[in-house]
């Protein structure tokens, strides 16, 4: 669309461009055609737009990307494009703040990439909701102020330097494409804005709480003219960890790179398990199909193997009735990477179902003494990495922490959405997680029978 048919669609709908919601509508087709290319759709992705407007960009999405999610602010703009777009099956339209758009429902889309013309009042709070950990996004084009971007890829000693730039450093590696001018919106902003494009950072930091991180560099960057010596939490020894991290005792929060900054968080982490992902030496209980003990042999030995053993996993709901599920850190020896049950782990040597049960939820949820319910047993097969496996539900309302060597991220997601995500997408969980599931689906059916 030019500038003569977006302002002719605005004023159809009865639009007023609001400078309180950041609307600057893009007027420049092939400015669209290009940013749109920058994303590079291929087959089966799904592409969420957050502040369509009147569909510039969204024109270019549409008969390329397999499906469209358009989430909309404006109530009349919403309806303008649900309108504009009825006939498009592949096409949905969310009258919503993309602030709070409930991004869970997006796993079972996935490959997902979000494209957006932000707008400059909200831009930030879009993307921590569509990026943060976890995110089903796996490369993003956005154009925002330049001013904003800049602070994105903000260095240390600078005054864009903070608390955006290490949120987003952290997990993304951001790159400014194109400075597009004002004369390219209606109405005309007084700035440049840019378009920048983002895909997912390697795995080249070690690994880290990530709660624990954002908490430390707010803090951190509380005030930023001041030594951050007073503004960290006292579970370390700041003078320590000054001389780990090889910067001087009077260092400002401006002045610490993101490597830093990771390594302090670590640093300030006191789980017990913060490094340890997994024990070879552990021993464990081989036992035979009737579950019966035969020996014991480490760890190690029973994964490479294959020999018959036991473990349990637990499903942990919430008073909304969501299940937790945990992604796996990428230094598990088993199913690194993927979604799995709310916690799980290994029976050792000598030692009970249930009470190991107790055990994993303080180890990887943070949950003391919990109350739990065996609500089914699996037999040993390939498919539980050959475990007797047994089943445990637990309720829990409060905050969850768990080891950054074990878990990386987590979060709560409704029943019908996980039953949507593994029928999509199976190869996103562990397969001994899809074994509960199953089991966990047909105890329910029989008990509502």
Request: with cysteine; hydrophobic share 40%; charged share 30%.
């Amino acid at each position: 669309m030019n500038q003569t048919e977006i302002k002719a669609r605005l004023d159809s709908m009865g639009v007023i461009p609001s400078k309180k919601l950041g609307q600057n509508f893009l007027i420049d087709a092939n400015v669209a055609r290009w940013i749109v290319d920058q994303l590079d759709i291929q087959p089966g992705d799904t592409v969420v737009e957050v502040g369509p407007g009147t569909g510039a960009l969204t024109e270019h999405v549409i008969g390329v990307a397999d499906r469209v999610i358009l989430v909309e602010f404006d109530a009349r703009l919403a309806e303008g494009l649900t309108e504009k777009f009825a006939d498009c099956e592949h096409v949905e339209v969310y009258h919503h703040d993309g602030a709070r758009f409930d991004v869970r429902q997006l796993y079972k889309y996935q490959p997902v990439k979000l494209l957006g013309n932000l707008p400059y009042s909200a831009g930030g709070a879009i993307m921590r909701n569509f990026m943060k950990r976890p995110s089903p996004v796996c490369k993003a084009v956005l154009m925002l102020q330049k001013e904003f971007i800049d602070r994105i890829i903000g260095k240390p000693r600078t005054k864009e330097y903070g608390v955006l730039s290490l949120r987003m450093q952290s997990e993304w590696v951001s790159k400014p494409v194109k400075t597009i001018p004002p004369e390219a919106f209606f109405p005309r902003p007084l700035i440049d804005s840019t378009v920048m494009v983002c895909e997912p950072r390697a795995d080249d930091l070690p690994v880290y709480d990530a709660r624990l991180f954002d908490e430390i560099i707010r803090r951190g960057f509380s005030q930023r003219r001041k030594q951050i010596k007073k503004q960290l939490p006292d579970t370390a020894d700041w003078e320590v960890a000054a001389a780990a991290i090889n910067v001087p005792v009077t260092a400002r929060a401006e002045e610490i790179t993101l490597e830093q900054w990771v390594e302090l968080t670590r640093i300030y982490d006191d789980h017990p398990l913060k490094n340890i992902p997994q024990k070879g030496s552990e021993i464990f209980d081989v036992v035979d199909e009737n579950d019966e003990v035969l020996r014991q042999e480490t760890r190690e030995l029973v994964h490479r193997e294959g020999l018959i053993h036991r473990a349990v996993h637990i499903f942990v709901f919430n008073k909304r009735k969501e299940l937790f599920l945990q992604k796996r850190s990428r230094l598990k020896d088993v199913h690194p990477g993927v979604w799995d049950s709310s916690a799980a782990g290994h029976l050792n040597a000598g030692e009970r179902y249930e009470s190991t049960a107790v055990r994993e939820l303080e180890e990887e949820m943070g949950i003391r003494d919990a109350e739990v319910q065996e609500v089914a047993q699996i037999a040993p097969s390939e498919q539980t990495g050959w475990e007797h496996v047994r089943l445990y539900l637990a309720r829990h309302d409060g905050a969850v922490r768990f080891p950054c060597s074990e878990v990386e991220s987590g979060e709560w997601f409704a029943m019908d959405e996980i039953r949507a995500w593994i029928q999509a997408r199976s190869q996103d969980f562990a397969s001994g997680f899809i074994e509960c599931w199953h089991a966990f689906e047909n105890k329910m059916k029989h008990a509502a029978e």
